[in-house]
């Protein structure tokens, strides 16, 4: 599992968690040196036995610049603020990491995810895309910081064991109930702190789910158009939210337990230090005290080594998940890869012998058809006759086991050509819609990279004018869905899109399938008078309005 884990990690944050494995054990130094100062300043504040004569003092004295009482105070205060400022910042640190390990790991996900092939997100589910970015992220993010924990809890465990051997290895106090008093005082103080990070993380959280969600149903045209850019700058932008937020509520979590610490050895230290004395002990006072300290720093070091071993096991299969994921074969090797060489389309585009099998099932079988350039053509047949899977062919999403295109009479592999895919715009029966602004569902784009003139043609040329004005309604926002439209306005958005992202072809796939004649008739109207400056290929099972089309073709 942790060759697994390391693999996941870049090789960029590989290098990250080396360094702060060395943090670390700067941390683990600290810890224990205060445990080693606190031993020789139990015996003086007592009055057990003399500085000098204390083994621990005279190891410092050999060893450091501590050679009398003043020199140990002093040093005693540094080493604790030191301590108090380096907690702070080696769990900024740490935390920064994560968070912006997470971060990568998602878009990673993301990214590679829109690299598959057409079949393999056809095939894949949406819930487990959103998962694996959400959930499984955070999941592996927790691993990451478990793993750390361990290795951290495990040293300061072994060095505070060693050092309690050597002191005594038959005296053990057992005192939690004090720790216990002031964290549920302090938690009391932050508690509202943590309640709005807490809701403010989850309204980032249903932003990330949202950006991703509607990334998965705009898959074909994110990847028809090579647009994933724009949906992963907006999961790039909340995630920065998120990062943020989740450091601070992780540090605000952290201050319980560093003020507990500290006021726990501050009130020990005050205790002798105005020199309260119980005469008649019968134990060993300097042996307590320094088990008592080393005991709360030991208890927790104990409980976090069991419960994380706990949770490296638990979090296993999403460790599991993620490779899977990052390692996944199937990838469209030639989606970046593809030359970017010119296609010319002046006459005519032909395609024969095309034969499709689906998983050993034959869809198309030897179709031939030829299509003339600004021409209107319908593509008729049944339903679970193969017009959507022609239409993929046509695309260059889906490959077929066998296929003759000719565009002007010359052979192309469309396959290994990006050209051929910003020629066309698209839409399909399904209208899919951004829960943004009007402007942003056509043209799909930030608002630096618009085409404005483009935008107000798609706009009018889709009919839009008939129900909306331009000025007025370009930048209203669309609900979830497009609630607020009917039918067949929201088809016009998605022909509007299709126009944005075409470059002289229009595959329209059962766009009116949902509508109603009359308002079937309307669109039908509108693609024969675009037929003058555009190729149109209209896929439908109805068999209507055959006068409007230039050519008709049907897949039995």
Known sequence: ??????????????????????????????????????????????????????????LLSDYTYIKNFNNLITFSIILIIIRVIYFLVFNWIKYSYLNQLQKDLALRIFNHFHARTYLQITKSSS?????????ETTTFKKFC???????????????????LFIVSPQVFTY?????????????????????????????????????????????EFIKLNKISKLFSFDLKNEFYKLVNLNRNFQIIKLIPKLFIETTLFLGFMMIFLIQIKNVGFEINMSIAGIFLVSFLRLFPSVSKILLSIQDLNLFKFSIENIYNQVTLSSIDKDYNDRPEKKINFENTI??????????EKEVLKKIHLKIQKNTFNAIIGKSGSGKSSFIKIFMGL????????????????IYKNNDWQTKIGYASQNSLILNQSLKRNITMSDENTIDDEKLKDSFFNAGLNTFLNFEKNIDDELNESGSNFSGGQLQRVSLARALYFSKGVLILDEICSALDIESEKKIIMTLKKLSKTYTIIYITHRNNFHEYFDNIIEIQ
Request: aromatic share 16%; glycine share 2%.
């Open 1 to 58: 599992m942790l060759k697994k884990f390391l693999f996941i990690l870049s090789e960029k944050n590989r290098a990250k968690l080396i360094f702060y494995f060395v943090l670390s054990l700067i941390f683990v130094g600290i810890e224990t040196s205060i445990l080693v100062i606190i031993y020789p300043l139990i015996d003086v504040f007592l009055g057990l036995q003399q500085l000098d004569q204390n083994k621990v003092f005279n």
């Open 127 to 135: 819930a487990a895309f959103i998962r694996d970015i959400s959930s």
């Open 145 to 163: 910081d478990t793993y750390i924990n361990l290795v951290i809890e495990l040293l300061i465990a072994s060095f505070i064991s060693i050092f």
């Open 175 to 219: 005192l939690i109930i004090f720790l216990l008093f002031f964290a549920s005082i302090y938690f009391l103080i932050i508690l509202k702190v943590l309640r709005l990070l807490g809701k403010k993380r989850v309204i980032i959280n249903k932003k990330i789910i949202k950006v991703v969600s509607e990334s998965y149903k705009f898959f």
């Open 350 to 359: 032909e395609i024969k012998d095309l034969n499709f099998s689906y998983e």
């Open 398 to 413: 889906l490959k077929p086991s066998k296929i003759d295109f000719k565009i002007d009479g010359k052979n192309l592999d």
